[in-house]
């Protein structure tokens, strides 16, 4: 008969065997933990073998320059482009995210340079040039974001940056984000999100839910007068969108965005053309009675793709616009989300015929990176010959086609292997001419020997001149002309001559050499000058300030010196101190 006892090494092999189940355990979850939070951004990470160290993020995800004379950053951007090169206009953008030092309208010229920007509080977009009356403006949107719409105003600036208009929806609406478009009629085309209550049992919501309705107005923008509003719940039903319920719907402050109404475009008919992203659709409305006269793309598709497919199965897209010759451009997005399988957005130009129904793809728009651009985005056609440039969104890039996709122009405002981070976008991207004149003063700045100079917004500057005043008076007469230096970039770097005088200015010439503005009068700085060196004065101020310091110093010495005399004393004739013990004196007097 065997008996079995307890020992101590069966008890420590014991609890090394629960010390290895523990540690694997550990392991296990912190490999579940990677796997659940870190895998899918890893995942997101957009790294490439042909990646530049700018898109590789060595610069930051949004590379930015300072300015001497201007008190904001504008984007550090990245161009590369063909033989033919990029379209020398000017580039319209309104930068946003966590990576951008300073949100708002921007222009920048056809080599990246700033041109203009304005710094807005609240977040702004679809920045861009339009006329209206004649004249050429400066619009965009600006207000509070609220997930994926907005509640704000549209913007008008005239060529000299000054607030002409400013547009709000009619109603008890706040002004969406996705679009203001000024018609050749002097018209106003506006979207707004409206929650209305609607039926979701045909997508398993419930019967008494809620709907974001999607809405658009016709404006007149002189008078503020509503000529005409349309509502896709009147048009399309709830089950024609591919957006997931995900429990929306069952109040108002989670109302279900199944349309999401992001372009209103008028064709030359005088007809309007929306597209909704959550159904994947373009539509032509009516603009008497707002019935739908055809659909392209979607569940309700009227059109025979002539194109294999190519040309209706565009998805969650961005900015439809008409062109001449029945021909419609847009930004496929593809995607949804970043979960979304793997697919590539695209900007596209396609052929309708309408009276049979048909469509043909005509161009397709695709980034050498092979862009996946979740939100946002544009298409604008340049010219008649078919130059497009495409706006990517969410991805801080915007690229330049010919009309049968060849790519002309790549530029990046953003690192692109963070593209998916959304750290830098701009919802829509333009190109065009502008001519700016602003009313406010050159700014300059003198730091040391150089003087930096450069005027927000002004577009007709060629080369600065510097004047140095030469007379007992302050006016203009009284200043002459020094030299003259080319302009570069935004803000022009000149080393100030040597034999100058102490006053002088800057004016900023055109190409004409007629003056446009000049500077506040600018001061040359100066060091130490030799007769103040020599200056008796001088001297005996210093000589005091350091027989000054030297008595400061010696008090504190003494000061110390007397503290640590005084601490000394403290401790030596403290009443009860700690004494060591006699072996022998085993029982102390009390």
Known sequence: MSSWAWTPTKAR????????????????????????????????????????????????????????????????VEITESASGCDPGYTFLAPRGDSVPQEGPMILDAQGNLVWM????????????????????????????IESRGYGSWYMLDSTYTQRYVINPVGNYGGDLHEFTITEQGTALVTIY????????????????WIFDGV???????????????????????????????????DRASAFDYFHINSVDKDDQGNFIISARHTHSISCIEPKTGSLLWTLGGKMNDFVDLSNGE???????????WHANNTLTLFDNAVHSNKDPATESRGMSIQLDISSRQAKLLGAYYHPQRMKSVSQGNVQMLDEAGRVVV?????????????????????????????????VVSYRVFKGDWVGRPQTTPDAEVDDEKVYASWNGATEVTAWRVEVWNSDDLNDSSFGVVAQYEKTGFETEIEIPKDLGPLFRLAALDSGGNVLGVTDILQKEHGADLEEFLDLHNW?????????????LAGLYRCCCCCKVFTRYRFSSSEYQLVAMNESDENPAV
């Open 391 to 423: 706006g990517w969104g969410h991805s801080a890039a915007f690229s330049e086609f010919t009309a049968d996709g060849r790519l002309l122009c790549n530029v990046h405002y953003g690192a692109s292997a963070f593209f998916t981070f959304g750290r």
């Open 13 to 76: 092999h014991s609890w090394l065997r629960l010390v290895h189940v523990a540690t694997v355990g550990v392991i296990i979850s912190i490999l579940y933990l990677f796997y659940v939070f870190a895998v899918p951004q890893i995942l997101r990470f957009r790294f490439r073998t042909d990646l530049s160290q700018y898109d590789l993020g060595l610069y930051g995800f949004g590379p930015s320059r300072g300015y001497v004379s201007f008190d904001y950053q504008s984007p550090l």
């Open 194 to 209: 409206d929650p209305t209550p609607a039926d979701l049992t045909t997508v398993g919501g419930p019967e008494l839910g």
């Open 540 to 552: 005996i101020l210093g000589l005091a300030m350091a027989i000054s310091g030297g008595g400061l």
């Open 216 to 250: 658009f107005q016709e404006i007149d923008i002189e008078t503020g007068e509503l000529l005409f509003e349309w509502r896709a719940s009147k048009h399309y039903p709830v089950s024609s969108t591919y957006e997931p319920l995900v429990g929306a719907g069952k």
């Open 118 to 145: 304005k710094y807005n509080w609240e977040t702004t977009q679809d920045f861009k040039m339009q006329k209206y009356k004649g004249e050429y403006f400066l619009t965009y949107w600006e207000g509070r974001e």
């Open 311 to 321: 040309a209706t199965n565009f998805a969650w897209q961005h900015d439809a616009r």
